[in-house]
């Protein structure tokens, strides 16, 4: 099928308990490992690309790889969405060239010129047949070239009048997530039974007071890797520097996903399993050079660690169907 709204995703979703896997692609590889996991566990997909990943590999090439995609999956709906858009423009360039879902990230401003900006993507959009999700609260952690030492939760209280006021399709809140590998401070985390360190619970107190007020309205996290120690292991042991890296814990998202939670945008953990995987292709074999054959394990890892989510955290494996 062609490339598909998540008006029907989300419906679906919300209905029954589950989330879409919103995962960032930047290169073929990784769409190819995120792609071909969908298509064996029949789950529908969004595909996100940020304003980084554009400046990277440009926007053409990205449409075009995920129109690859679709022809070589058919049988499960794809959507190509905007991750953190910045601002009208970029927004509207992604709309003229073939997204079907923008975000546009205003959190950052006042709680008026973030429904300004959002309402007018909003009229372009929905023109255009797209869908928009907007963003109330923000989280620590690095956007793009955006760095938030701390975050701010969202206000319950400010939701109603933001999505009345904008026409969004769906809302991305600030729970406790937060984007990249660094999520919670050690010293923030207890440690459990078998020496694992448990970060802090995400605030589900909040999230139900959003969905309260938001009846019926799919709420979208991102931040949302867990960062699985097994690939931060992998990076450390094979050269790499990253101690102290926490994530969320699966548990947490699956329990988002059963509540109103529709979307969870997972980068960080693909990103992980790459490089982990790279960097221990270069140490057992430092005679190799082909590009091909050090990323076709990582491009295998993406693919099982997507399978992962779909059937564990998320539990939209075999939803395809349903979502069309
Ligand atoms: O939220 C940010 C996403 O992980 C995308 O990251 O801006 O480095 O492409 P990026
Ligand atoms: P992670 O850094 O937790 O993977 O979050 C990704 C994200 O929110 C993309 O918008
Ligand atoms: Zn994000």
Do not use: W
Not at 164 to 186: C, E, M, Q, R, W
Not at 189 to 211: H, M, Q, W
């Amino acid at each position: 099928m062609a490339l598909t709204t998540s008006k029907k995703m989300f419906e679906q979703a919300y209905k029954n308990g589950y989330a879409i896997g919103a995962f960032n692609v930047n290169n073929m590889e990784i769409v190819q490992g995120i792609t071909e996991a969908c298509k064996e566990e029949k789950a529908p997909v969004i595909l996100q690309v940020s304003k980084g990943a554009r400046a990277y590999a440009n926007h053409t090439y990205l449409v075009k790889l995920v129109e690859a995609a679709v022809i070589e999956c058919p049988d499960i709906p794809v959507v190509l969405h905007l991750d953190h858009g910045p601002d009208f423009e970029t927004c509207k360039s992604c709309i003229d060239g073939g997204f079907t879902s923008v975000m546009i990230d205003y959190s950052s401003h006042t709680f008026e010129e973030n429904i300004a900006e959002t309402k007018k993507v909003v009229e372009y959009a929905h023109d255009h047949g797209v869908v928009v999700e907007g963003e109330l609260g923000t989280l620590a952690g690095i956007e793009d070239e955006v760095s938030h030492a701390v975050g701010s939760y969202t206000r319950p209280e400010e939701v109603e009048e933001f999505v009345t006021k904008t026409g969004v399709d769906s809302l991305a809140i600030a729970i406790g997530t937060s984007h990249g590998a660094y999520k919670f401070k050690p010293e923030q985390c207890t440690r459990n039974e078998k020496g694992i360190l448990v970060p802090p619970a995400l605030r589900f107190d909040i999230l139900k007071e959003v969905s309260k007020r938001l009846p019926n309205f799919p709420i979208v996290l991102h931040g949302s890797s867990s960062v699985p120690q097994e690939y931060v292991k992998m990076v450390n042991d094979n050269g790499g520097k990253m101690p102290d890296a926490i994530g969320v814990p699966e548990e947490q998202l699956r329990e988002a996903a059963r509540l109103s939670v529709c979307k969870i945008n997972i980068d960080s953990d693909l990103r992980l399993a790459m490089t982990g995987t790279i960097r221990k292709f270069f140490n057992e074999h430092p005679d190799k050079f082909d590009p091909r054959e050090y990323l076709k394990p990582a491009r295998a890892n993406i693919k099982e660690i997507v399978r992962h989510k779909l059937v564990n955290v998320l539990g939209c494996a075999g939803k395809a169907d349903e979502c069309k």
